[in-house]
């Protein structure tokens, strides 16, 4: 079956440092990613998505993912985070008209 | 274009009652999914139509049920509210020149059962 695995709940970086959030997926075909971004009380805001063709893909606000298929990985970075940047991530892989997805990674911005 | 709207945003119910909640996709998409967010089980698939059909289902009980018309707005529906009911709802919409897995989120509605 396919799954998503976040292997980090949370993750405490400060303000203009860089950011990785890390993503693997068990699947068997070439894969849909998507990371979201969710905001307390909001709903999900598409940050970027990989269907095929370069495996690094640039997103909204300055983040960009790198898939790799040799490690099942699409880790999300940023090259310098903003005190707005702290929220929780999902990834997710597309399958059977669904998203599965990850169990989110809450991201602490210190000062 | 406007997003995605749910409504209601809030809703308080009693165990045992029964709820509706709907949603507006973006205009022009056709396809709606929902999920349901609880702070222990994450984010969890219950169903996605696609012109008025459902062609996928999550693993939830019977309680739950869905629809879509023919303008592609979507309603779910539980019935006999469980306590384990409490959770964020989030309806997603996808459409043409978009892969059907590129989901665009409203902001859900917050169910709370006591």
């Known amino acids: 079956a396919q799954s998503v695995t976040q292997p980090d709940i949370h993750i405490t970086v400060s303000e203009g440092a860089s950011l990785e959030l890390r993503c693997n997926y068990s699947y068997g075909a070439t894969p849909y990613l998507f990371w979201y971004v969710q905001s307390p009380g909001q709903g999900l805001q598409l940050l970027l998505k990989?269907?095929?063709?370069d495996t690094l893909v640039q997103g909204i606000k300055g983040f960009e993912a790198e898939f790799k298929r040799s490690q099942s990985s699409f880790n999300l970075r940023k090259p310098s985070v903003h005190w707005s940047d702290a929220a929780e991530y999902f990834c997710?892989?597309?399958?059977?008209?669904?998203?599965?997805w990850g169990a989110g990674t809450k991201l602490i911005i210190k000062p | 274009k406007a997003g995605v709207t749910q409504t209601p945003r809030y809703l308080i119910k009693t165990r045992g009652q029964q709820v509706t909640l709907s949603c507006s996709p973006i205009?022009?998409?056709?396809?709606v999914s929902w999920y349901q967010q609880t702070p222990g089980q994450g984010l969890q698939f219950l169903f996605e139509y696609f012109s008025e059909t459902q062609r996928n289902k999550g693993n939830f009980p019977g309680r739950f049920s869905g629809r879509q018309f023919s303008n592609s707005r979507s309603e779910m529906n539980v019935s006999t509210l469980e306590l384990g009911d409490s959770a964020l709802y989030l309806c997603?919409?996808?459409?043409?020149?978009?892969?059907?897995?590129?989901?665009?989120f409203g902001p859900g509605t917050r169910l709370t059962v006591t």
């Open positions: 997710a892989v597309g399958s059977n008209y669904q998203l599965i």
């Open positions: 990989y269907f095929s063709g």
């Open positions: 997603a919409s996808s459409g043409p020149g978009t892969n059907s897995y590129e989901q665009y």
């Open positions: 205009s022009g998409h056709r396809s």
